[in-house]
């Protein structure tokens, strides 16, 4: 059984104690994680915060941190093989899509290595004729980041990247649910050459993660995730006051009017929902599809989940692998037969496999009867799409908002105007207009209400990790006058 660490101050060692990690495929367990205890948590964050005053780290000039971010760019790449292999097997993504996804994870690093030095202060135009005041972009000292197990590469580049860009230090706690692949990551940050206690990587359950949020020397905490843990962090960032960057689920709203090109619609809608096995926050979870093309946009979709390849994960002729875990099939399986009581009409799908492994076939409900399902309403994360039918443009905008979430969504027409007023209209963080599910280290991304607040990726993101010291300097060499008057 395979056997990993954790990554503390520039040392690789075990945990207070450890578990096993189960390969989805199979149900079985396949390799030996560490387990963090709060002592644990607590050495990482002191040396972070011990890197973030050192010289080592904040003695480097912006483009010095900068190149270091290009060689972990440059190891990310070739290791993207090894990476997404471990990836599939412990969290049972399937391989084309780890292997893709990886290898262009490097290219977040390269984004923010060329931002490194480009992060700039400002002078200001004060109205004091004898001070010169400017502002001062500094990093805001250490970082806690947690990220969810899937697509945890990406979801980690985007934290970190901006993070050592912007010169803080971080503590990143990988999922117990398949932290395989942030824990062979670690090598790939020790051997860039980072000094230690820059980046610290370790894995554990709830008492981890509590450990680090409320830890007094923590100033920012930057998590992706579901919304009730996200308020756990955000009580835990009571006791140390720190800044909070949310990057949490949806229920995005996948709407097609009657003049899309229904076939490209389709298959962007299988990539908005099938894709990574439904386990996506920006999953295309809603589809809001015009009545007048809604019985013939179903039947092409029917006809394509239902001929989706459903197979191991780590070969490259899959489409669908298994959940990750045993409890998210068991509460996707509980929801869908929850939704079928009240109303949802089953198109295809809806049935927990016979064999081993955690699979769950792609599933459509039509819950135009009933849009008050449990399915039209809270997130899967697994391959399962709610389908509401709309007449009007209005109605179309008034079902995309009616969430409790705001984080993606996608439009499919080609009337250049409705296109534009729809992009006005739909609350969320991304619109994608007839594409879906693309992304780029150039674009920020994130949501609001349960969907999160703050941005990943672009420039955005790496002002997130600085805060602004002001500089006043008083340019007149006469004695100050009155010192009881404010100047």
Known sequence: ?????????????????????????????????????????GRAVEAAYAAFCGKAWAGLTASARGKLLYRLADLVQAAAPRLAALETRDTGKIIRETTAQIAYVAEYYRYYAGLADKIEGAHLPIDKPDMEVWLRREPIGVVAAIVPWNSQLFLS????????????????????????PMLEFARLVHEAGFPPGVVNILTGGPAAGRALTTHPRVAHIAFTGGPETARHVVRGSAENLASTSLELGG??????????????????QVSGIFAATGQSCVAGSRLLVQKSVKDAFLAKLKAKAEGINIAAPDLMTTEVGPLCTQRQRDRISAMVAQSLTEGARLITGGQV????????????????????????????????????????????????????????????TRSLTRAHRMIRGIRAGVVWVNTYRAVSPIAPFGGHGLSGHGREGGIAAALDYTTVKTVWLRTSDDPIPDPFVMR
Not at 17 to 41: K, Y
Not at 353 to 376: H, K, M, R, W
Not at 381 to 403: I, K, M, R, Y
């Open 157 to 180: 580049a985007v934290k970190l990247g901006p993070a050592l860009a912007a010169g803080c230090t971080v503590v990143l706690k990988a999922s117990e649910d398949g932290p395989a």
């Open 251 to 268: 229920k995005s709203p996948f709407i097609v009017f009657e003049d899309a090109d229904l076939d490209s619609a389709v298959n962007a």
């Open 1 to 41: 059984m395979q056997r990993f660490q954790h990554y503390i101050d520039g040392v690789f060692e075990d945990g207070a104690a450890s578990f096993e990690s189960l390969d989805p495929a199979t149900g079985t367990a396949w390799a030996l994680m560490p387990d963090a205890s709060a002592a644990d948590v």
């Open 353 to 412: 496999p016979e064999g081993a492994g955690f699979y769950y076939p792609p599933t459509i409900l039509d819950c135009s009867d009933a849009p008050q399902a449990i399915a039209v309403q809270q997130e899967f994360f697994g391959p399962v799409l709610s389908v509401v039918s709309f007449e009007t443009e209005e109605q179309a905008l008034a079902l995309a908002n009616d969430t409790v979430y705001g984080l993606a969504s996608g439009v499919f």
